[in-house]
């Protein structure tokens, strides 16, 4: 296909606020599309206007959906896709969380510019933060330098159909997270971790909730089950879908409710997910092993002939298999005696945090496994 342009409106002139359900983006579109697959490899660059005014221009690709819709809207004389856009900085909230509302602009569609269906890109979008200083908390600057800035972006679309002949809005998910800024993806990390945090960061496989975290510090069942959906949606380029109606009582978290549907994580009981507990280095093998299961279901997990590790005793029965695949593929090694360390099994070990993983471990851990993928 040959490269294609896209004509933006690029000063944030539209304000959508939240109207109608958000689980209105499955909707069908006139197109007989779907609404449920976001923009795609969201990117931010600093920019400067003429009179030196910074402001970030984003770059997305569309999937096939949007350019069919936009065409649409063209045949009929309706206005297509527009795109709202969500900013914070560092750890504070999200634009929307704060404030129930999102910036958005127009996406115009030129058709003689798009004779071939597909996906295109839609690039140099211009989002200026400085107006928002009140509510994230700069001060007239957009300085990368001491904050970091993460943003977001999702398509919006003009239901015109409904019975009580008002504007509804239906939404697309929101797309991955990106970010800019010193040290934009984690607040504190170890040197061994950097290279490999800064890779699995260009593989998109950092999720939003450990942004700007720091790494050395205990990972927690919601963390690294969250890294775990974003795993499986990177390998298999597939979006996973939340179970339902949800079985746990204290969680509403999307991610986990995709992690077990997927079969990657369970509950701590039939009602309860824990999200909060911190994991150690069995669970970890366990849940990545779950989750190259869902990757690959007709992979061979054959474990016969992977010698038991020193300390296999200490190894819950249920990760015995999970934890001698993960090391016999590389992912997951022992200490220099060849111990696994699965967990704390006294409690001198168990304040001193033996067993558990951080992470920066659980991040390295899940960017082995997505680089192990093709071969199993």
């Given at each position: 296909?040959?490269?294609?342009?896209?004509?933006?409106?690029?000063?944030?002139?539209?304000?959508?606020?939240?109207?109608?359900?958000?689980?209105?983006?499955?909707?069908?579109?006139?197109?007989?599309?779907?609404?449920?697959?976001?923009?795609?490899?969201?990117?931010?660059?600093?920019?400067?206007?003429?009179?030196?005014?910074?402001?970030?221009?984003?770059?997305?690709?569309?999937?096939?959906?949007?350019?069919?819709?936009?065409?649409?809207?063209?045949?009929?004389?309706?206005?297509?896709?527009?795109?709202?856009?969500?900013?914070?900085?560092?750890?504070?909230?999200?634009?929307?969380?704060?404030?129930?509302?999102?910036?958005?602009?127009?996406?115009?569609?030129?058709?003689?510019?798009?004779?071939?269906?597909?996906?295109?890109?839609?690039?140099?979008?211009?989002?200026?933060?400085?107006?928002?200083?009140?509510?994230?908390?700069?001060?007239?600057?957009?300085?990368?330098?001491?904050?970091?800035?993460?943003?977001?972006?999702?398509?919006?679309?003009?239901?015109?159909?409904?019975?009580?002949?008002?504007?509804?809005?239906?939404?697309?998910?929101?797309?991955?997270?990106?970010?800019?800024?010193?040290?934009?993806?984690?607040?504190?990390?170890?040197?061994?971790?950097?290279?490999?945090?800064?890779?699995?960061?260009?593989?998109?496989?950092?999720?939003?909730?450990?942004?700007?975290?720091?790494?050395?510090?205990?990972?927690?069942?919601?963390?690294?089950?969250?890294?775990?959906?974003?795993?499986?949606?990177?390998?298999?380029?597939?979006?996973?879908?939340?179970?339902?109606?949800?079985?746990?009582?204290?969680?509403?978290?999307?991610?986990?409710?995709?992690?077990?549907?997927?079969?990657?994580?369970?509950?701590?009981?039939?009602?309860?997910?824990?999200?909060?507990?911190?994991?150690?280095?069995?669970?970890?093998?366990?849940?990545?092993?779950?989750?190259?299961?869902?990757?690959?279901?007709?992979?061979?997990?054959?474990?016969?002939?992977?010698?038991?590790?020193?300390?296999?005793?200490?190894?819950?029965?249920?990760?015995?298999?999970?934890?001698?695949?993960?090391?016999?593929?590389?992912?997951?090694?022992?200490?220099?005696?060849?111990?696994?360390?699965?967990?704390?099994?006294?409690?001198?070990?168990?304040?001193?945090?033996?067993?558990?993983?951080?992470?920066e471990q659980a991040i390295a851990l899940s960017l082995r496994t997505h680089d192990k993928a093709p071969e199993i």
């Open positions: 296909m040959k490269r294609k342009s896209i004509a933006i409106i690029i000063t944030a002139v539209m304000m959508f606020t939240m109207i109608g359900s958000l689980s209105a983006f499955a909707a069908d579109l006139p197109t007989g599309d779907s609404f449920d697959i976001p923009p795609q490899n969201l990117t931010v660059e600093l920019k400067k206007w003429e009179d030196g005014r910074p402001y970030f221009a984003l770059k997305w690709t569309n999937p096939q959906s949007i350019w069919k819709l936009q065409k649409y809207g063209v045949e009929h004389g309706e206005w297509g896709a527009g795109c709202q856009i969500d900013v914070k900085v560092g750890n504070g909230q999200w634009y929307y969380d704060a404030s129930g509302e999102l910036f958005g602009n127009a996406l115009n569609f030129d058709e003689e510019e798009f004779d071939e269906p597909g996906n295109y890109v839609t690039d140099d979008v211009a989002f200026d933060p400085i107006q928002l200083n009140e509510n994230l908390g700069v001060d007239g600057t957009v300085d990368i330098k001491t904050n970091v800035y993460y943003i977001r972006v999702r398509y919006a679309y003009v239901d015109n159909q409904g019975s009580d002949g008002q504007e509804h809005y239906i939404y697309s998910p929101f797309s991955n997270t990106a970010s800019i800024g010193t040290e934009s993806f984690y607040k504190k990390a170890s040197d061994w971790a950097k290279s490999e945090l800064q890779k699995a960061s260009d593989l998109g496989l950092i999720p939003s909730i450990l942004k700007g975290a720091d790494m050395t510090k205990p990972i927690t069942r919601e963390e690294f089950a969250e890294l775990a959906v974003v795993l499986y949606e990177r390998v298999t380029d597939k979006k996973s879908q939340p179970v339902s109606p949800n079985p746990f009582t204290d969680t509403a978290n999307q991610q986990i409710l995709k992690a077990y549907n997927l079969g990657i994580t369970s509950g701590t009981s039939q009602t309860t997910f824990s999200p909060k507990v911190l994991i150690n280095r069995e669970q970890c093998a366990a849940m990545l092993f779950r989750a190259i299961k869902a990757i690959h279901p007709q992979g061979d997990y054959n474990v016969a002939g992977v010698k038991d590790f020193p300390d296999q005793k200490h190894i819950s029965s249920w990760a015995v298999e999970a934890t001698k695949y993960m090391n016999k593929i590389g992912v997951i090694t022992g200490d220099a005696q060849g111990n696994f360390m699965p967990k704390a099994t006294t409690p001198a070990q168990e304040a001193a945090g033996y067993g558990m993983a951080t992470r």
